[in-house]
């Protein structure tokens, strides 16, 4: 997948380890890659030193058939997942709220960029500075819990979006207390239940718009 990348990227770190063997090490690893993009830098790092220190070829060929999984998975998760969607969201509320168009954009794009280019920078030089025992410190990390919370952020602004929108499109001017009450309620209802609650609450959703969209609101 990121073979023929992570090999390019490789090469200024051998040059600078001083080995004199560049093409013939970049050559190995032109092989099948599959980690996320984001993540790769940790399995870069620890390579590189690996490959300064002249550790069998076969020995980092296993190390990186073993670790490209976990970075593809957790990758896919704390990113694709959790960071991206909220940054998103959190820029789709701000538009919400009345911002110029262009506010929401550079938003998003300052926040999302922002955050995984210091993702990518903590993780290449922790491999480059743990080596074989980067495993250890990535547990320490705790990135999967990062991901929980982050996807928790991501899908509170989406309920708080989806009211604002709703809120906005309701009939009955004289019943409008009702709804950021009852929003509030399902947000005291989700903190407290969390996933157990989540089909009633989808259910309760969908119900509020059909009733809604038949009184004509929306």
């Not at 296993?62 to 896919?76: H, P, T, V």
């Not at 320490?140 to 991501?154: F, I, N, S």
């Not at 969209?213 to 929306?218: K, L, N, R, T, V």
């Amino acid at each position: 997948m990121i073979g023929s990348g992570f090999a390019f990227a490789l090469r200024p770190l051998l040059r600078g380890s001083g080995r004199d063997d560049v093409d013939a090490v970049s050559r190995r690893h032109l092989e099948r890659f599959n980690a996320h993009p984001y993540l790769a830098g940790i399995a870069l790092g620890v390579v590189a030193r690996m490959e300064s220190e002249d550790v069998d070829p076969q020995t980092i060929h296993r190390f990186k058939e073993a670790i490209q999984g976990s970075l593809g998975g957790l990758g896919d998760t704390l990113i694709w997942g959790a960071w991206r969607p909220a940054t998103l969201l959190f820029a789709l509320m701000v538009a919400a709220a009345g911002a110029p168009p262009w506010v929401p954009v550079l938003l998003f794009l300052g926040l999302y960029n922002a955050g995984h280019v210091a993702l990518r920078w903590w993780g290449f030089k922790m491999g480059l500075d743990e080596g074989r025992d980067v495993a250890t410190r990535l547990g320490r990390a705790e990135l999967p819990r990062l991901a929980e919370r982050v996807l928790a952020a991501a899908t509170l602004l989406l309920g708080l979006l989806v009211g604002v929108l709703l809120l906005g499109k309701l009939p009955n001017a004289g019943m409008q207390w009702f709804w950021p009450l009852g929003g509030g309620v399902s947000f005291v209802i989700g903190l407290r239940f969390g996933r157990p609650v989540l089909r009633a609450a989808t259910m309760a959703l969908i119900l509020t718009i059909v009733v809604v969209s038949a009184m004509g609101g929306i």
